[in-house]
């Protein structure tokens, strides 16, 4: 036999109208179920251009059910389908025709379930991408696994008869070409899901029957009574339950658009199937084709939808009775146990509690200590206060405290600071009043002229002779002389220059006991005239205190600090 895509063939071969279907196995040992038309068939544009247009649909479907095309060959009219190992329902009608027997009416109407379930999603998905209906639905093109699924192949390829036969009127068609088709399709017009269904309950109704809708092998004849509408009568006088003939003649109008089809077609089949049917099932039949029926009894389960690869609860749980357990299995525990917030009680052991709990404490007391990891607090968010309350501001923080090594640095710090302070103002002293400390100190002490000071009836240096008003040079360099110099009064008060005692530069002050002698007792007070003699005329206590500029002491004080007489 003819080797194709480099798939050996097996020996299998069937014939339908147009084309030969032969089964081939791949290096994987995977079947194929190839398509090969007829010579003269080949060259139609409904085999080429037309497939090309829609053959990514036909290569991925993406429904559970519909056999995808795995290779083939436009030129040679060659298309190859992994269907696995597989049986046609014509394979299965002729069987049952040689025994005499019939396929059933519950297999019949499971057919059309799951039939009518891949042709429903197969139209919704397939004219997105420009392919409406299956083409040429027929016996030859519906496969059965040996576990009664239902599978759908050669989908999107033409009715080559037909189209062969509208370029030559002249051609003679084969009864079986046109046994299965629909009026439309007969007519030359658009064909979409109705026309599938309507091709598939004929299928459904020789199956439970045992013999076809339109008899005969008049291809004229035949084709008279497709098109005249002949078909919903047939089914209501086919002796079939009331219910089954209503349904099958409802969905083969001869109006495609008054036919049950699509998803109401699927429930009323699915209504049907759930009542008391007599008949085996489609899984049942094949197991008797092929020799391995079991031998205990089994329990009919309703059928698996295939519009979905995933199972829903319902299916899985009619799955799981469906199946029989081995008669060798025991019954075993289960694995996990059911889950429970109830605390289980402890297991009885041999040794007391107290033994155990001794044990523990030693064991307990062996280990090293382990350090403890101190968890650290997170800050808590305060709650964020009402707008009514007032708002307090915080306290302010308390200042450090001092020890007494800054403590004693300070007070000293500011000892000095006062210091510098009061004797600052001396060294700012005007030429005239220079002039009158230096006279207040010679009539302090008449035997004795003060220091830095010239002998009298010579002008001290830098100073014009009298009656002369110092130039303004002299002036500033005297002024800058006496900040730069320390006074004697200066002198006398700051410790480091190593004075003694401390006279008072008010000449009123030192007359009145403010000033104190090496050899005159501490306390001893010096009377002090009312009036002191400046320039040869007399100044006022008052004025004398004012003009003298030698201390800025309050006169209370003055006062406070002179004994009383």
């Not at 089954?244 to 998803?263: I, N, Y």
């Not at 009885?348 to 200590?369: H, Q």
Request: contains cysteine.
């Amino acid at each position: 036999m003819e080797e194709y895509f480099g798939l050996q063939p097996t020996g299998r071969q069937f014939r339908e109208p147009a084309a030969n279907l032969v089964e081939l196995t791949d290096p994987e040992n995977l079947k194929h179920t190839a398509i090969v038309f007829d010579e003269a068939y080949r060259g139609l544009p409904e085999l080429g251009l037309d497939i090309e247009l829609i053959l990514s649909f036909l290569e991925h479907p993406m429904v559970v059910g519909l056999v995808e095309l795995s290779h083939h060959d436009l030129a040679q009219g060659v298309f190859a389908y992994p269907t696995g190992p597989a049986w046609t329902l014509r394979e299965l009608l002729r069987i049952h025709s040689d025994l005499s027997k019939v396929v059933g009416l519950r297999a019949g109407l499971e057919l059309a379930w799951l039939g009518g379930q891949i042709l429903t999603e197969a139209a919704e998905t397939g004219p997105q991408q420009g392919c409406f209906s299956h083409g040429s639905l027929s016996p030859w093109r519906i496969a059965l696994r040996p576990d009664g699924q239902v599978q759908i192949f050669g989908y999107g390829l033409p009715h080559a008869e037909l189209a062969a036969r509208r370029r030559d009127p002249s051609l003679i068609l084969d009864a079986d070409s046109i046994r299965y088709a629909p009026p439309e399709r007969l007519g030359g017009q658009p064909e979409e899901l109705s026309s599938d269904t309507y091709a598939l309950v004929l299928l459904a109704y020789e199956a439970a029957t045992g013999r076809a809708l339109f008899e005969g092998h008049d291809t004229r004849a035949l084709e008279a009574r497709i098109t005249s509408g002949e078909a919903s009568g047939l089914v209501a006088a086919s002796g079939l339950p009331e219910a089954v003939a209503q349904l099958f003649a409802d969905a083969l109008a001869f109006d495609p658009d008054t036919r049950l089809t699509g998803r109401d077609l699927v429930d009323g089949i699915g209504a049907l199937l759930d009542g008391a049917l007599e008949g085996p099932s489609l899984e049942d039949l094949l197991e008797e084709v092929l020799g391995q029926r079991r031998q205990q009894p089994r329990r009919v389960a309703r059928l698996v939808s295939t519009d979905t690869s995933a199972y829903t609860p319902e299916q899985l749980s009619s799955l799981l009775e469906s199946s029989d357990p081995d008669p060798g299995d025991s019954p075993e525990e289960p694995r996990w146990g059911r889950v429970s917030r109830e605390r289980r009680p402890e297991p009885a052991t041999t040794e007391p509690a107290p033994g155990r709990r001794r044990r523990r404490r030693r064991r307990r007391d062996a280990e090293p200590p382990r350090r403890r990891r101190r968890r650290r607090e997170e800050p808590t968010e305060e709650e964020p206060e009402q707008a009514s309350e007032p708002q307090v501001s915080p306290a302010p923080a308390a200042p450090n405290p001092e020890t007494p090594r800054e403590r004693r640095a300070r007070s000293g710090r500011d000892s000095i600071n006062r210091l510098r302070a009061s004797t600052s103002g001396q060294g700012r002293l005007s030429e005239s009043g220079r002039r009158r400390r230096r006279r207040s100190e010679a009539q302090a002490r008449p035997g004795e002229a003060p220091s830095g000071e010239p002998p009298s009836g010579e002008p001290p240096s830098g100073e014009p002779p009298s009656g002369e008003a110092p130039s303004g040079e002299a002036r500033d360099a005297d002024q800058l002389g006496s900040q730069s110099q320390p006074t004697e009064a200066q002198a006398a008060l700051d410790p480091r220059a190593g004075g003694t005692a401390t006279p008072s530069l008010d000449p009123a002050r030192g007359a009145r006991g403010g000033a104190q002698t090496a050899g005159e007792p501490r306390g001893t007070a010096r009377e002090e005239p009312d009036e002191a003699q400046v320039d040869g005329a007399p100044v006022p206590k008052r004025q004398r205190l004012t003009r003298s500029g030698a201390t800025r002491t309050s006169r209370r004080r003055r006062r406070s600090s002179t004994p009383d007489k």
